[in-house]
C-alpha cells in the first residue's frame, strides 16, 4: 500500500471497527440492565428466564469489544468476537430465526469486525495478506 492508501485505508479502518464497537456495546449495555425485552428474546431464542444469563452474555460482549477495541489487544478481541458471534448464530440457528436478517447477522458483523480490523492493523495484514498473485 502506498503512504495515502495506507492512511486512508487506515480511517475506513478505524471507521468501521467503530459501528462494531458501538454496535456491541449498545447490545451488551441492554444485556447488564437487563430490559425485558432482552429476557423476552432469549426466552424465544430457548433460553430460561433468567436475567444472569442476559448479564453474563452483556458481560462476555462488552468485555469482547472492549478488547476489540483496543489497538494493542484487537486482534485477540476478533478471535473473541468470532467465537460469540458464532455462538449467536448457532442459537438463531437452533431457533428457527429468519435466516438473513437475523442468523446472518453475527457473520455481518463478524466480517465488519475482520475487515475494520485488517485495515487499520498492518499486523492483521502482514498475517492476513489478500494479495492478487503477481502473474
Do not use: E
Not at 423476552?40 to 462476555?60: F, N, S, W
Amino acid at each position: 500500500m502506498s503512504a495515502s492508501s495506507n492512511t486512508g485505508a487506515r480511517w475506513a479502518g478505524r471507521a468501521l471497527s467503530a459501528l462494531v464497537v458501538v454496535f456491541l456495546l449498545l447490545d451488551g449495555a441492554i444485556k447488564l440492565v437487563p430490559l425485558q425485552v432482552v429476557i423476552d428474546t432469549l426466552v424465544q431464542l430457548g433460553y430460561p428466564p433468567d436475567a444472569g444469563i442476559a448479564r453474563t452474555i452483556g458481560a462476555l460482549t462488552l468485555a469482547c469489544a472492549l478488547l476489540y477495541a483496543w489497538p494493542r489487544t484487537a486482534p485477540l478481541g476478533a478471535v473473541l468476537l468470532t467465537g460469540v458471534l458464532g455462538g449467536a448464530m448457532a442459537t438463531h440457528l437452533r431457533a428457527g430465526s429468519p435466516i438473513a436478517t437475523h442468523l446472518l447477522f453475527g457473520l455481518y458483523l463478524g466480517v465488519a469486525a475482520w475487515v475494520g480490523l485488517w485495515l487499520r492493523d498492518p499486523r492483521v495484514r502482514s498475517a492476513l495478506p489478500w494479495q492478487r498473485d503477481p502473474a
